[in-house]
């Protein structure tokens, strides 16, 4: 089955940085990429997502790149703000299939 | 639509009891997962149902956890009997199946606590 690593567990920035959280991933046939923001006490939401045709993507501040050779996905946030504050999950998907699995997550901490 | 709907919020219990999660899927999605969260182990797939009929549930850890789904509109899981290390918050998340991927939506969690 899929195993998807994230790193780092956390992440602490000053406000106005940016933050920049790896995930890898093990099954060559995977093509979807999704990434979920968790605020304390509440659900994942889905932030942004990244098909296995697409080498990036960007909305707003936030943005995506995929590198299918090396199964390798990010996310960079830019212009970091407290309310970017919050655990975020990479997860991967294979086609054919409609299981999510998941990175342990990453905690960002952003300082005023 | 008002989202995937979970129940109840929160569920003290004692060991051994028996515990029942209930889930109700976005309308017209055909896809349902059971996941536990820990900080331990983060997000973990308990089992994954595809037009009502369960696919994976090689991540449902023992026999005392089971999950059905009578209906596109319903799904439970069920733990019997409960034990402490099954504290955790239960998250139930639907989809439209695709070959492509789509999102999927969780509910708001079941936080139980066995003591």
């Known amino acids: 089955g899929e195993n998807v690593e994230q790193h780092p567990s956390t992440l602490s920035v000053q406000e106005g940085d940016s933050a920049v959280i790896k995930c890898t991933y093990s099954?060559?046939?995977?093509?979807?990429f999704p990434w979920y923001k968790q605020e304390l006490g509440k659900r994942p939401q889905l932030i942004i997502d990244i098909r296995s045709n697409v080498g990036e993507k960007k909305d707003q501040r936030i943005a995506v790149t995929l590198n299918k050779t090396a199964k390798h996905f990010s996310l960079h946030i830019t212009e970091t703000q407290p309310e970017d504050s919050a655990v975020y999950f990479c997860?991967?998907?294979?086609?054919?299939?409609?299981?999510?699995?998941f990175g342990k997550g990453t905690m960002l901490l952003v300082s005023p | 639509d008002a989202g995937v709907i979970q129940s109840p919020r929160h569920e003290v219990t004692e060991m051994g009891q028996e515990v029942t999660l209930r889930c109700k899927p976005i309308s017209g999605h055909n896809s349902l997962f059971w996941y536990r969260q820990t900080m331990m182990r983060g997000l973990e797939l308990l089992i994954y149902?595809?037009?009502?009929?369960?696919?994976?549930d090689s991540g449902m850890p023992e026999d005392r956890f089971s999950a059905k789904m009578p209906n596109a509109s319903f799904s439970t899981l069920k733990i019997q009997p409960s034990e402490p290390r099954d504290s955790a918050v239960y998250f139930c998340a639907s989809n439209l199946f695709s070959a492509i991927g789509t999102e999927a939506f969780f509910g708001q969690g079941t936080r139980l606590t066995v003591v």
């Open positions: 149902f595809n037009n009502n009929v369960p696919i994976d």
């Open positions: 099954d060559s046939a995977s093509n979807y």
């Open positions: 997860a991967a998907t294979s086609s054919g299939y409609s299981t999510l699995t």
